[in-house]
């Protein structure tokens, strides 16, 4: 079991749990992932911020050099201090204590799947004072899973390195997303995904792939190192497309390409990008005698 880093001191659940270290801030960054254990309830969560406050502003505004050394330690902790946002995510129920004559009967239930222990969202909170502690690998696995079939390693986390997995069985059964801002990745973990989904050999996909990024090989701008594509990885079994006769996928040659005659529009395939085409148009990147006017659908621009 990890040292507890601090307690809480405040929070609620749309907010997050508001705590007060114990330790000093270098020891804690954001996106780590924190327990608080609660009687029988288990927390999980993450920081999401790290405040600094103070009792008394005068010694926040004011530099304490001037004091003596045992006193400016005196300060750092009591009246200077950092505080932690914990966003709680997910809830265990540990069950009653083991002396607990209820124990029996809760772990009986349990077994016949009458209660699930978790992990499941929060619908409470821990007591002023609960202790938390940093995520241990016992922690993190109880969570994403353990080393087995089908689980596949999507990272690691930020301060100990412990493996994050994910269950792809169930990972295919749902629809699932993956979002963030420019930059974050998401096209890289895009690509672990679709590897581990053919590595495990649990579903099969359909990419359109706007920019060309899965297929082949790339480049990380950000370490200058090439990124091996899933063709690469997996040879025959990642067939790639390109549109138009003669196209290239990064300079090389697709197994396939796909043809669309004009032959093939129908007016109503032009109504349903109507809108897209009205702004195009508009903007002059359309001339009076392409595709719009000989499929007779003018009217709608």
């Not at 307690?7 to 705590?19: A, D, M, S, T």
């Not at 265990?92 to 209820?102: S, T, Y």
């Not at 969202?121 to 087995?148: C, L, M, S």
């Not at 359909?206 to 790339?218: I, P, R, S, T």
């Amino acid at each position: 079991m990890k040292e507890a880093i601090g307690y809480i001191v405040g929070g609620g659940l749309k907010e997050g749990f508001r705590i007060r270290l114990t330790v000093p801030a270098d020891r804690v960054q954001e996106g780590s992932f924190v327990v608080c254990d609660d009687g029988r309830y288990r927390y999980f969560g993450l920081v999401t911020d790290l405040q600094l406050g103070a009792t008394d502003p005068r010694f926040a505004d004011e530099k304490t050099d001037r004091l003596q050394p045992a006193i400016q330690q005196a300060l750092l902790g009591k009246t200077l201090y950092t505080t932690l946002m914990m966003y709680p995510t997910l809830l265990m129920d540990k069950g009653p204590d083991f002396g607990d004559p209820e124990r029996a009967a809760w772990q009986a239930r349990v077994e016949k799947g009458q209660e699930i222990p978790g992990p499941k969202p929060v619908k409470t909170v821990p007591a002023h004072h609960a202790e938390v502690r940093p995520a241990n690998e016992a922690d993190v696995a109880q969570i994403f899973g353990e080393e087995g079939k089908g689980m596949f390693v999507v990272g690691h986390t930020i301060e100990q390195g412990y493996p994050v997995r994910l269950d792809l069985n169930r990972f295919v059964k749902r629809s699932s997303g993956i979002f963030g801002a420019t930059g974050t990745g998401k096209s890289f973990l895009t690509r672990m995904m679709l590897a581990g989904l053919m590595r495990e050999d649990v579903a099969g996909a359909l990419v359109f792939d706007m920019h060309n990024e899965y297929a082949f090989d790339d480049t990380d701008t950000d370490r200058m190192v090439t990124v091996r594509g899933l063709r690469t990885l997996f040879g025959n079994k990642v067939q790639v497309a390109a549109l138009g006769r003669g196209a290239l996928v990064r300079g090389k040659q697709p197994d396939f390409t796909l043809e669309i005659a004009l032959s093939d529009f129908q007016t109503g395939d032009i109504e349903l990008l109507g809108e897209a085409l009205k702004r195009v148009w508009r903007r002059g990147r359309i001339r009076p005698n392409s595709l719009t006017y000989r499929c007779n659908v003018s009217g709608l621009l």
